[in-house]
């Protein structure tokens, strides 16, 4: 089967404000579009029809191995498949491209055979040869694939047993390797695509063998998916046989919560994502429904850079840890469902720790620790030490609506014990140039979704990303050795004492889990979200 071509569109100049107005000006959709199913109301799934999906934000790059952002992974991840999937409820490896894998007892080796028969979009059959290229290739992205290259720590090569059989080596042990072949930024692509350099792989988006084909990519405004006919080698753990339900998927970029949620009530668009807690009644009170999920990882926090000279101070961060109030700032801007954070893993990651008495609400200890770091309240309240204000500039995304409303609130509960956030808002694709600069004293946000510990690693090893400046220490050994670790009792200890160091030391300071929460028609059947918070469309289908 023939690729789409992705087509560029003339749009791609306007502004997303229109985007947001035009949605906002079409007439309610037809209860049965052309080609969709007629609604006869027995409940049966049937083939056809488009799902429409507004989403807040874009990462503006159209390549899985080179996103994190969840808003753009809930298109990029219909387009590629992984070697093995992940169940949400049991958090089992489950069998995908591969059927079956065997992995060396020093953990160090992963043989996966693959599935007969399967293709990219372009015809191109998936053996060890395109494993190989796929894998290979990553460490050759750069700043953008950050998770992906963190997942490949250590990589030596790929070796082509036989057509079927593909062995992933590494120098060390990896015991984290086997989960992150559920993920979508360890997807297989095409040779092909493997062979792009990373901006055409963005551009243009990349070959893989899913379940639909990207047919049109507008950067920060829209993509266009369609189905493949000829799917046949989904994930074990979905209930289709064959290709997907759907014909197409239409996503479109609409920052503005408000105006999703009015074009999920009016019928305009069939799911939106990101649902605040105030448009939750709306929705509700249309008869749409929501479908929530706490994702597994690192929740939302406010990560500290540990280079700046007032932030150097450990008593200073944890001064910052003890005046957040995490339970106000859960009932006052949340979704339902959220809960505050007790750690810096989500409560259902593997290996999380409750770590909740070390971050309890205390500002009366936040103000004894500030003193003692020589910090001094001044005219207007905001401390002052060698005639420098405790001032720090607090870099954030718009790209979730609770986002701004979250940080007035963190910001009014450090000016209470002193502490004043100059909040600076940038871009979701400045993000690259932010983690290389440093340019910034805090950073909200620091989610990571992954049903795994070793986003720990990823996030706060001194050896590969180290976006918050942390100084070697004995974390990074902790961090590694749990990478390695084979065994699961002894994994869940080394993990356990990471999450301790890094919370005592408050290189950052969790606030909640992060809980996505959509927004869904009640036409809309079967959509649900996947082991690390991404979200399979394969099954779902519209009545």
């Known amino acids: 089967m023939r690729r789409t071509p992705v087509r560029r569109t003339a749009r791609r100049g306007r502004r997303i ?32 029809g488009t799902l429409t999906f507004a989403v807040a934000s874009d990462a503006g790059c159209a390549d899985p191995h080179q996103v994190g952002s969840s808003d753009t992974l809930y298109s990029l991840r219909q387009t590629v ?54 894998f290979d290739a990553i460490p050759k992205l750069g700043a953008l694939a950050v998770q992906a290259t963190a997942y490949l720590d250590g990589y030596t090569g790929t070796k082509v047993v036989d057509d ?9 042990p990896n015991a984290q390797f086997l989960q992150a072949t559920t993920t979508p930024v360890l997807s297989v692509v095409s040779p092909k695509s493997a062979d792009k350099s990373p901006q055409e792989r963005c551009t243009d988006g990349v070959v893989g063998t899913g379940p639909f084909v990207l047919a049109e990519y507008a950067p920060n405004q829209s993509a266009t998916l369609t189905r493949r006919d000829d799917y046949a080698w989904g994930s074990s753990l979905w209930k289709k046989k064959g290709a997907a339900y759907l014909d197409k998927l239409v996503f479109t970029v609409v920052p503005e919560s ?16 990101r649902v605040a807690q105030a448009e939750e009644a709306a929705i509700k009170g249309a008869g749409a429904g929501l479908v929530g999920h706490t994702i597994p990882g690192v929740g939302y926090n406010l990560g500290l850079n540990s280079d700046k000279p007032a932030l150097r101070d450990v008593r200073v961060r944890q001064a910052i840890r003890s005046a957040v109030h995490r ?121 990571y979704n992954r049903a795994d510990p070793d986003a720990l690693r990823t996030l706060y090893s ?48 969790p606030v909640v889990d992060q809980r996505t929460v959509l927004g869904v028609s009640a036409k809309v059947h079967d959509l649900a979200f996947a082991g690390s918070g991404d979200v399979h469309l394969h099954d779902t289908w519209k009545s």
């Open 17 to 48: 404000a229109a985007l947001s107005v035009a949605l906002v000006a079409l007439p309610p959709l037809a209860s049965c579009a052309a080609g969709e199913p007629a609604d006869d109301g027995d409940g049966t799934a049937r083939p056809g």
């Open 462 to 509: 001194t050896r590969l990303n180290n976006a918050y400046r942390i100084p070697a220490t004995g974390l990074d050994a902790l961090l590694d050795r749990q990478a390695a670790e084979a065994d699961p009792a002894r994994r869940a200890d080394l993990v356990a004492e990471a999450q301790r160091l890094i919370v005592e030391n408050a290189y950052v300071v």
């Open 327 to 447: 339970q106000q700032i859960v009932e006052t801007v949340f979704s339902s469902g959220t809960k505050p954070a007790t750690s810096v893993l989500a409560e259902n990651t593997p290996g999380y720790t409750d770590l909740s008495a070390d971050l309890s609400y205390d500002p009366a200890r936040a103000k004894s620790l500030l003193d003692a770091a020589g910090w001094t309240p001044g005219p207007d309240g905001i401390r002052v030490k060698d005639g420098e204000k405790l001032t720090l500039k607090t870099v954030w995304f718009n790209n979730v609506a609770v986002f701004k409303p979250a940080l007035e609130l963190l910001q009014q509960q450090l000016k209470d014990v002193g502490v004043d956030l100059a909040l600076t808002e940038l871009q979701v694709s400045q993000f690259p140039a932010l983690l290389k600069s440093g340019d910034f004293d805090a950073f909200w946000g620091g989610n």
């Open 81 to 134: 498949d992984s070697l093995t999937d992940q169940d949400p409820a049991t958090g089992e490896i489950v069998p995908w491209l591969a059927e079956s894998w065997r992995i060396s007892a020093d953990a160090k080796t992963f043989t996966f055979v693959l599935r007969p028969g399967v293709t990219f979009s372009d015809g191109t059959p998936l053996d060890a040869a395109a494993v190989k290229a796929s």
């Open 164 to 172: 079927r059989t593909a062995e992933v080596s590494f120098e060390r």
């Open 258 to 273: 408000g105006v999703r949620t009015g074009g999920l009530t009016s019928g305009q668009v069939d799911a939106i994502g």
